[in-house]
């Protein structure tokens, strides 16, 4: 089961193949063979930074008056899973007709919690109550078996302590903001027995370097190196070991999906800038989901649409406030007229 056939790591002889040697409803590991290196790291980084999901960006707080601040609760709701396999029913909030935000582009979520016992009340993801306007269940927290129903802590309130807020949940990427990575690990390994030598297996002590690095579980798929056999300089790496584990939001099977679409939007749309005649021509659309520096359709970027921008500018914010006064900002920003799940309050 040799990993090194020069037929096929130029990718002329044979496709791509997938072989699946454990999946569950968190995490899938699989076999990618007859590719290059340059091709599964861009698989990995997509499927890591680029497939779109779900999650909350704008926090309304009209009654907090537990021990945590607002800007305590925005974070954490920030950081609830929520289901995202209807996301394509969805817009990016920057390619909305709507002026912030609408049922196109966003999910609402409300919660409203009271403390009416001398008893501590504990509040929880499944609190939060999604609004029926979609067909699907886009938005609902993620609530595993762990949890024993109940989902992520948020609050504890003692009597007579309110909490009362609407979150506006939106479709973003990981390359936006951490909250949209649909992933909590994912790597891959190839040449586990290193025959290409692209480790330098460093030990001390005169010790044998088989007992210092142990082979991973994957150096059984492959023969080993060969007493006395030549070093290949023209080998490459062709077969890849990938380790994907979901954070909740999508299955691992649709993240994979997704992040080979992605991939192809991406390809297509270098081809059609390198020849876009050949491909559609300048006034051609490239539909799917748009990384933000990729500016196809606004002259100036983020910072002149006026919703959100990424580092700066508009009326909303990821990292700083905005000149107007807008809905409020990631990590700080103007007093405005909201609050998002990380930052400020609503005045």
Not at 6 to 20: C, L, R, T, Y
Not at 51 to 57: G, L, N
Not at 207 to 213: I, S
Not at 257 to 267: A, C, F, P, T
Request: overall charge negative.
């Amino acid at each position: 089961m040799d990993g090194y056939d020069p037929m096929a790591m130029d990718g002329e002889s044979e496709q791509a193949q997938v072989i699946i040697s454990a999946a569950d409803h968190t995490h899938v590991d699989f076999e990618l063979s007859k590719t290059n290196l340059p091709f599964a790291n861009a698989l990995r980084r997509i499927i890591q930074a680029e497939v779109p999901t779900i999650a909350v960006d704008l926090v309304e707080i009209e009654t907090n008056t537990s021990v945590l601040a607002d800007e305590f609760i925005a974070h954490r709701l920030g950081l609830i899973p929520l289901s995202s396999k209807g996301i394509n029913e969805l817009n990016y909030s920057r390619d909305c007709d709507c002026e912030q935000y609408c049922e196109q582009c966003s999910v609402t979520l409300t919660l409203h919690a009271k403390c009416t016992s001398d008893d501590i009340m504990k509040v929880y993801a499944r609190d939060l109550v999604v609004d029926g306007r979609h067909a699907s269940a886009i938005g609902t927290p993620v609530i595993n078996e762990a949890s024993d129903g109940l989902g992520c802590l948020l609050a504890k309130l003692r009597k007579d302590q309110e909490l009362r807020l609407t979150c506006i949940a939106k479709k973003g990427i990981a390359k936006e903001h951490a909250k949209w990575m649909p992933t909590s690990a994912v790597g891959f390994e190839y040449d586990p027995h290193n025959k290409l030598h692209h480790l330098d297996w460093w030990f001390e002590n005169n010790t044998d370097p088989e007992k210092e690095w142990p082979k991973s579980k994957y150096a059984e798929w492959e023969e080993p190196l060969q007493e006395g056999e030549p070093f290949n300089y023209d080998a490459k790496p062709n077969r890849f070991y990938f380790e994907v584990e979901a954070a909740g939001t999508m299955e691992p099977d649709q993240i994979i999906q997704s992040g080979i679409r992605v991939l192809q939007q991406k390809i297509g749309g270098l081809l059609k800038g390198l020849d876009p005649r050949k491909y559609g021509g300048e006034e051609a659309d490239m539909d799917g989901p748009r990384s933000p520096d990729m500016n196809m359709e606004t002259g100036g970027g983020w910072g002149d649409q006026g919703y959100t921008t990424p580092y700066g500018g508009g009326n909303n914010t990821a990292y700083g406030g905005g000149p107007g006064g807008g809905a409020g900002t990631a990590y700080g920003g103007d007093p405005g007229y909201g609050t998002t799940p990380y930052g400020q309050n609503q005045w």
